[in-house]
């Protein structure tokens, strides 16, 4: 894999040089292990013979972007216009909008295709259809449209074999001979769901069923449809045989997260974003050790509540990335967090929420073994103004909490880190963009 | 109370005119229940004769906080130093940074204090002290402490009759007869989880019992302690005696929010935040209503899910602002939300998380009664293309979610809106201030 050029550190003139003079909570971001995960994915796919249509959602960052097409701008797939518009701005020109279309958007897109973006928009139903040719007949600005189809019951969507394919196909028709149909696209999101390979592997392959059924229906009532594109993180490392689809989205795979992890789609040393924070304090009594880094950094989101071992908001390593046996993030409130050890083995008070944010409701521990291996016994000492870094439980929602990612860099995945802790030099300070 | 200047509209050439130009989602606030919120606790605080220090981490917005402070700057709480430095450049002067001090933060702390900002920092353990009066020893600047007293056990500080109280106030003598301790401070976080009048009415008392029997074993041990300082939403709503007490901290009371309602410490007509959303789809079979607002928009909290009526990612009103009987946000992904009915009447399938982010194991609807006074039936018809509101569990959290409000104003709560719904002029769109 070429290696991109590096990217410039941030302008700002108190740039920082080394960990130590960046404030607490941060997003820190191990590109060496950004690289190894992109290269296995890539490596998958070639095998396959489908190309990737990354998901652009996770990294909302040219930079990191880079890393995943380092001879140019590739397709991508956007969750929102203003990431279209930010990556467009970037040169990207083939990217998929993959949030069912709001026909109020439609100028916004289509002064993006005026621009010379090639850009899709994703719908399930005829009103959005008769939206997208009304506007076309109207305006002359024709905007190429995928039908989404539901692979699994987990959110939008068609089902393959619903009627109402055939009739959205026929709204799409601006005038005889002239479609907007570009073809059809699905997501098995339960494939998160899914804790065993052979598991996810059956999710890809139902995955590919279910679209590929579509498009043999849309061929079949004389539509074209070059387009049949599937994609989760979990499918997308699992599928062996991708006869008729023709991309493969995912982004989530670029950093990984606890989730991820959870149901073994990658190992705790994939994860390549972390969240570092200070300790402030400590409530001896209670075994909690208190940090900077609360639910604004982490975000909310308590994904592995759902699985065998629940993660609270996150694993807690070193800064030189070494697991602390069984400590957590258990508690949050806006800017505080709280770590305990892992209830099964001496946590005496599950912290649960602050602020009146009451996920207090939603951490109920798992009984599940733990899986750091440590024993019983007390909260480690860490003392006031030790920097610890916290591993995500969801990497989309961590990183939609910061503008920006601090980068560190070296040969092999986590090296940078392990070499040096706090005085690792910043390769660089990468800007993300946020909201819409 | 004095009516403040009205803030110029965006001055983006595209500024918004009115709702329906306004790209979805978006988090909308209608200023005119910001100052009934806004009047209603300045009247309590007047009769009380304590003096409010706004906490500014829910709406970190100048122009909100203009609402709040008509006759120029007030005193102010922040949670981050990324807040105080922004309300520093908008003229505020008085901030307590009130999240325990990191030490590495000092320098930060200090370059605010060189611009005449009285910024004072919290702290709650004698290496925090220690590193204060070295800091002031190192530097010259002496930067003012609050040590943090725990009055429910919630989160951070220490009991009253901790016996570091006293060897934390000793830690601040920078030299004899010049200390950095300017008093104590106490959060009664545990009074969200208060259901009565009567349950927020004692936490509020005991609230000020802890803080109070702390500042006096300071003063009989030889220390001045000017500040003693209280507060949350809900205590300071029903505190009825503060003696002792010289300010009351409160912010989210602003907004106001579903946490806050489902204690009845307000009415969900008092809610002034709202994220505007779009109906992009439906599944029919499963009574889903889809839409282009997620968790990116509203946050993952779930504070209600802790409360006796769980309602999910937040209540459905129309653009005019009434309730859709019994339409709840129950699921959402990064850019999706799912609308149903409450499980308990007629809700077919409880949407769940998606993205593999699973707040699905926390979204245990709650069997109490729906509020909303809607009878079993049929999710509404709600076609593709229209507006709805949601309102939010947290409003902190939703308001972080977003870079900006649009405003809009009326004579009387909710008026504008009522009146107009998509075509309500907008009155103003107000920049807030995020991230570190």
């Known amino acids: 894999m070429t290696v991109p050029a590096p990217s410039p550190v941030h302008p700002a003139a108190s740039a920082p040089v080394t960990l130590a003079e960046v404030d607490t909570p941060y997003a820190l971001l191990d590109i060496a292990t950004v690289d190894r995960n992109v290269a296995r994915l890539k490596e998958r796919l070639d095998r396959l013979g489908v190309p990737l249509r990354l998901h652009a959602k996770t990294a909302k960052s040219v930079d990191v972007l880079r890393h995943v097409f380092p001879d140019g701008p590739g397709p991508i797939t956007a969750s929102t216009l203003a990431e279209a518009e930010y990556f467009a701005d970037a040169g ?36 959005q259809a008769e939206a997208l040719a009304a506007f076309a007949r109207t305006t002359g600005v024709h905007v190429p449209a995928l039908v989404e189809i539901d692979a699994d019951g987990h959110r939008a969507g068609i089902v393959p074999e619903d009627p109402a394919l055939l009739a959205i196909a026929d709204a799409l028709v601006v005038e005889p001979g002239t479609s907007l149909l570009r073809g059809v696209l699905t997501h098995a999101g339960e494939s998160y769901f899914c804790t065993t390979y052979e598991a996810q592997r059956d999710a890809a392959h139902a995955e590919r069923d279910a679209v590929v059924t579509a498009a043999e229906r849309l061929r079949a009532a004389g539509h074209d449809c070059p387009v049949v594109s599937v994609g989760s993180t979990p499918t997308a490392h699992a599928a062996e045989d991708l006869t008729g689809v023709t991309e493969v989205r995912a982004g989530c795979y670029v950093f990984f997260d606890l989730v991820m992890a959870g149901i073994g789609v990658c190992a705790l040393e994939d994860l390549a974003l972390s969240v570092v924070v200070t300790v402030t304090g400590h409530n001896r009594e209670k075994g909690w050790i208190l940090t900077d880094g609360g639910w604004m950094a982490m975000s909310r989101d308590r994904g592995t509540a759902a699985q065998e071992v629940d993660q609270g908001y996150g694993v807690v390593l070193t800064m030189t990335g070494e697991v602390v046996p069984d400590l957590i993030m258990s508690g949050a409130s806006q800017e505080h967090g709280i770590l305990t050890l892992r209830p099964e083995v001496g946590g005496r008070d599950g912290a649960g929420s602050s602020d009146g944010a009451g996920s207090s409701a939603g951490i109920g521990f798992s009984d599940g073994a733990a899986t750091s291996g440590g024993v019983p016994g007390e909260t480690p000492e860490i003392p006031v103004g030790t920097r610890l870094r916290i591993l995500p439980n969801h990497a989309c929602a961590t990183a939609g909490a910061h503008p920006r990612y601090c980068v560190v860099a070296g040969e092999e995945p986590g090296s940078a880190l392990a070499a040096a802790a706090e005085n690792t030099p910043v390769h660089a300070v990468w800007e993300r963009l946020n909201h819409w």
């Open 92 to 127: 990207y020109t083939d990217i998929v909008y993959a949030v069912g279309i709001d026909p109020h958007k439609l100028p916004r897109v289509a002064a993006l295709r005026d621009r010379g973006v090639d850009l899709t928009v994703l719908l399930d139903n005829t009103a």
